[in-house]
């Protein structure tokens, strides 16, 4: 387990973490999720020993390590641009970590030669980290933190300065490592997106304090405030309130129980049908549909038409 | 057409400058013939202000190597107080004139100095002899390392540093291992150009040294004085060897360029 209690971390004025408690329970794959400047990679790197906070305390396995230094406290770091050393091999990158602590030779050699199949560049060893594409360096750094058999896995926008399709793939690489190697994992995203994919609990973190924390599902459906609902997911306001665009539905303008609103777009996704209209209050509200209910009702531009929260729906106020 | 202007101005401009005094040189050195060149470059005090020379930039350039890199490490990965100060200090000895340096040192070490008596009472004599010479040229040799591996430093940043951290590296360790060879391309044009500038030192050396033939000078020196002393050939002589010296270290230049691409 991994835990900060109470820790503030000031950057002159700014108030990177206000006071943050949050524990990892091991075995976990947290993602800490906010916007930029909410002091998620600040939390993780003062997790990671590399930022000290002014106030508050971090424990390790059941151990104060608030004054231990990076070195000592057994933590694998991923940094977003790779942090490669790159005078050195692939091979010596990932051995880095087990040279340090002295090694036997043949039980580097074999330590290696695992994590680099692991990670799926058995044949890259002699290359320099220059001759590699951004997702093999990125590989290629998870493999050098894992080495060590580090207590918490921990990784700042890992995903970030790739493109979008190696991001895809390196996501769901990144679920199925964690499924095999069970290491207690941590990682910062702005990408809600991201965090639902590959997460198993998220914190939710904005203006330097923790917003909600739960599984996935749990923010999506029950989000503590309206940061949450607005940052988790898509949200549209009715009636000066937030509701999810698929929990409104559309019924003909005469029924009951409604907001009278008029089409002014739709639009085809797919298996989903997005209609924004506007109310009789001014109000510009997002309806998603299903392709079949598009097809019963068969909404156009100009009609007009009533908007009502489905049973199930939840607002948050 | 314009190119071809240019570069026959630029050539015209180097020739008139360097190329054709310097060929007079080599002209005037072997001018009574190679033997009466050599004779003159191998006289007792001519191979001791050769070996003085060599021995004073042995000792100048290996601290400046280790001053400049812990200084850039200074500035670019440390913030304290008076950060701008030093940043500034440092280039204080390419602004200001090496006779003014040589005068300041005098003024510190010689008898009656400020540190000079106490140095002397305990049997040290710093100006007019070694000491003094060393420390004019580590003085105006000094920015040159942490001008070259500051923005080095800069370029590569800090995470790998941070990264060698996490994975168990000491200070010590990650120096050695990430830094250093990060950075080694940049140390290396650092001593080049330190090495060149402590072999051609003139001025602050002329005024610690007391110019005594064949104890306190310096190749440089010596040419003056042959130079003063109507001894044309050795004079020439003497400024070949200092030629071949500077060709010596702008080949090392060279191949420090070609590394740094590999």
């Known amino acids: ?71 000592k406290r057994n933590v694998g770091f991923v940094f977003q641009h790779y942090a490669a050393f790159k005078h050195m091999t692939v091979w010596e990158n990932v051995a880095f970590g087990l040279k340090i602590r002295k090694r036997p030779k043949d039980a580097i050699a074999t330590r290696v030669a695992e994590l680099l199949d692991l990670v799926q560049l058995t044949g890259f060893g002699e290359r320099y980290p220059a001759q590699l594409s951004g997702g093999q360096r990125q590989r290629m750094a998870l493999a050098r933190a894992l080495a060590v058999e580090p207590e918490v896995l921990l990784l700042d926008e890992p995903f970030g300065a790739l493109d979008a399709r190696v991001r895809k793939e390196l996501r769901s690489w990144l679920r199925r490592l964690h499924d095999d190697v069970h290491v207690t994992t941590v990682f910062v995203t702005h990408d809600q997106e991201e965090a639902m994919d590959v997460a198993d609990r998220i914190v939710v973190m904005n203006e330097g304090r923790i917003e909600q924390v739960g599984a996935p599902r749990d923010l999506y459906e029950r989000p503590a405030n309206e940061f949450v609902m607005t940052f988790v997911g898509p949200t549209t306001q009715i009636e000066g309130e937030y509701a999810r665009p698929h929990d409104l539905e559309l019924v003909p303008a005469d029924e009951h129980g409604g907001v009278r609103a008029e089409i002014l777009r739709v639009v085809h996704l797919g298996f989903e049908v997005r209609v924004e209209l506007l109310t009789e209050t001014d109000e510009e509200v997002t309806v998603q549909l299903t392709r079949e209910e598009a097809a019963g009702l068969a909404p156009s531009v100009g009609d007009r038409v009533c908007v009502r929260s489905r049973e199930r729906a939840v607002s948050a106020s | 057409m314009g190119r071809l202007a240019l570069r026959v101005f630029a050539l015209g401009y180097l020739a008139a400058l360097l190329l054709i005094p310097l060929g007079l040189v080599v002209f005037r050195a072997f001018e009574e013939g190679p033997g009466e060149a050599w004779e003159a470059v191998t006289t007792p005090d001519a191979l001791h202000a050769f070996w003085l020379t060599i021995l004073i930039a042995a000792i100048a350039v290996p601290a400046n190597t280790v001053f400049g890199v812990l200084c850039a490490l200074a500035v670019v990965r440390r913030r304290f107080r008076g950060h701008g100060l030093v940043n500034g200090i440092v280039d204080l000895p390419l602004a200001l004139s090496p006779v003014v340096v040589g005068l300041a040192l005098f003024l510190v070490y010689a008898r009656g100095g400020w540190f000079g008596q106490t140095l002397l009472d305990n049997g040290m004599q710093v100006i007019f002899a070694l000491p003094g010479m060393v420390l004019a040229t580590i003085f105006v040799s000094l920015p040159f390392v942490v001008r070259e591996v500051v923005p080095v430093l800069r370029e590569i940043g800090d995470e790998q540093e941070q990264a060698a951290a996490t994975l168990g590296a000491s200070s010590w360790q990650t120096f050695w291992r990430i830094t250093l060879p990060a950075i080694r391309w940049g140390v290396a044009y650092g001593v080049v150009l330190t090495t060149a500038r402590a072999l051609g030192e003139f001025g602050a050396v002329a005024v610690v040294s007391g110019r005594i033939a064949g104890k306190t000078e310096t190749l440089t020196l010596f040419v003056n004085e042959r130079f003063e002393r109507f001894d044309l050939v050795g004079a020439y002589a003497a400024s070949l060897v200092l030629a071949l010296m500077a060709i010596a270290t702008l080949a090392a230049t060279t191949l420090v360029r070609k590394g740094e691409h590999t």
């Open chain 1, 1 to 71: 387990m991994i835990a900060a209690r109470n820790v503030t971390k000031r950057f002159g004025d700014f108030v990177a973490l206000d006071g943050v408690s949050v524990e990892v329970p091991s075995g976990s794959l947290t993602a800490l999720l906010g916007p930029s400047g909410s002091g998620k990679s600040t939390l993780l790197r003062v997790l990671a020993g590399l930022e000290t906070p002014d106030a508050g305390d971090v424990w390790i396995s059941d151990e104060d390590a608030t004054r231990l230094s990076p070195q």
